[in-house]
């Protein structure tokens, strides 16, 4: 997760995350990214179940009954046991979660946890009355996934007025006082709306998008053709930054960001310092706190089974499973040789990953992306798109 306003609007300095700690338990959710511990976000696809059935979704949704989902008891001792962890946010996904009967209840029981309880949503459901449920059992975020505006959003998830229900479940959040923003999957279908979603914040009044790069899991490995290449990638990115400093030089500021594809950091870096930017300097300060992707450290996942991932998009790995050894367990279990390899993936990436000057502050990148373009899981991540003379180090080099 990179967060383009953050770093090139200069909404944060090295000094505020130093002033917490860098302990993920007390820093405000805006710095979160820079936790020193990165003790795990835990992304819990509390269901399978959707009302939509989108063209990339990673978990093969539908809307039916699937068998093995956790029980209220399981989900309420699974979320125990990761708020004594030390687990700061627990981000209840799907399927869509809004379909589980007792999210509201395993809403209340995180949050009264100590949990930072977020959602991820395609915003269908949020009826006014849903929204004022939300606010009252304590949720923090909303996140509404929107990839493009309405015929290429509807196109996307399958049904015609999926955007308009969404947006009507947005503003019923903005009515009930819920902090809400957007997701967005940028892929070759609807790179082309990315400027008009800065449009819809600016008039909708919406704080917060984030823009995720395409990973090849779920539905979404048969879009991987689909994926930009990187000339197409950089055009974007660059689109994201320019349209964030715009909004915020207007006074309008949103926080932006890019997510599953840490190359986003040097990139932005080595932009700034063309530029002549004098915040570079914190910049990269910044971009070492982050430490790049943190699949199977910073973050982590639990499926409706009960299956441990590294990420919500490793389903063909599972770590093990909350109904047979509690997460803070299966996590910090070592013997594991994969989680012990993600917990540090430096030594362990290939080709030009392993020489590349930005490697502390990209961690690697996705490696199952690498997986699944390529059948090595330590290989390059096929998505980065910084050239080798980017990244090539220099004779003496101090800094990057």
């Known amino acids: ?74 989900a309420e001792a699974f979320i125990e046991d990761i708020a004594a962890f030390g687990a700061p946010v627990i981000l209840f996904s799907g399927g869509e979660p809004l379909m589980r009967p007792d999210l509201f209840d395993l809403i209340a029981r995180a949050t009264k946890a ?36 309405r015929e290429t959003n509807d196109k996307f998830r399958g049904r015609e007025g999926a955007f308009d229900h969404a947006l009507a479940g947005i503003r019923n959040c903005r009515q009930a006082g819920i902090k809400v923003g957007l997701r967005f999957t ?54 994201i930054i320019d349209r964030t400093a715009e909004l915020h030089a207007q006074g309008l500021p949103k926080e932006v960001l890019t997510v599953d594809n840490h190359a986003d950091g040097p990139y932005l870096y080595l932009r700034m310092l063309r530029e002549g930017n004098p915040r570079a300097q914190q910049v990269w300060e910044l971009l070492q706190m982050n430490q790049g992707n943190s699949s199977g450290n910073g973050i982590g996942c639990v499926s409706w089974d009960g299956s441990v991932h590294p990420d919500q998009f490793w389903r063909h790995v599972s770590l093990g499973n909350v109904k047979e050894r509690p997460f803070s367990q299966v996590w910090t279990d070592l013997s594991n040789p994969l989680l012990a390899r993600l917990k540090d993936k430096r030594p362990y990436v290939t080709g030009r990953c392993a020489t590349c000057r930005f490697l502390n502050v990209c961690g690697g990148n996705f490696r199952v992306r690498a997986e699944a373009a390529t059948g090595d899981l330590w290989a390059p991540d096929p998505a980065c798109y910084l050239s080798d003379e980017e990244i090539a180090r220099q004779a003496a080099e101090v800094q990057p």
């Open 1 to 74: 997760m990179i967060g383009i306003s953050k770093l090139y609007c200069g909404t944060v300095e090295p000094s505020d995350v130093l002033r917490y700690g860098a302990r993920s338990k007390d820093l405000p959710s805006h710095l979160l990214q820079f936790a020193a511990d990165k003790k795990p976000v835990v992304v819990w696809n509390c269901t399978r179940r959707c009302n939509l059935r989108c063209v990339h979704c990673y978990s093969h949704s539908a809307d039916r009954n699937y068998p093995g989902e956790l029980t209220t008891q399981e």
């Open 114 to 149: 100590g949990l930072r309880a977020v959602i991820s949503t395609n915003g269908t459901l949020i009826e006014p009355e849903v929204a004022e449920r939300l606010k009252e059992f304590g949720l923090s975020y909303v996140g509404v996934s929107l990839d493009g505006m």
């Open 186 to 239: 940028i892929n070759k279908r609807n790179a082309a709306d990315v400027g008009d979603i800065f449009t819809l914040l600016r008039d909708e009044d919406i704080p917060r998008v984030c823009f995720y790069h395409l990973v090849y899991a779920g539905r979404g490995t048969a879009l991987m053709k689909e994926d930009l290449d990187h000339e197409q990638t950089r055009r974007v990115v660059d689109l």
